[in-house]
């Protein structure tokens, strides 16, 4: 599971509340929690300061890939 779902989850909010606090669809905020979306800056900083987080942290390509293998392993 992502970071940023784990956060989100932890916050007790749902994709769609969330994004709306977000000012993102739900639907974009589905594809960055899995991985399958580029995020711009704007909305990286906005993604991290709202679950307050460092950005390195969720959104650096090594985040993902020492993830991966964690859940594999």
Not at 18 to 32: E, R
């Amino acid at each position: 599971m992502s970071l940023l779902r784990q956060a989100r989850l932890k916050s007790g909010l749902s994709i769609e509340k969330a994004a709306k606090n977000l000012s993102i669809s739900a639907g974009y905020l589905s594809q960055i929690e899995n991985g399958r979306r580029n995020v711009g800056t704007e909305t990286a900083i906005k993604i991290s300061r709202y679950y307050n987080l460092k950005i390195e942290d969720i959104f650096l390509a090594s985040r993902y890939a020492v993830r991966e293998v964690e859940e594999t392993a």
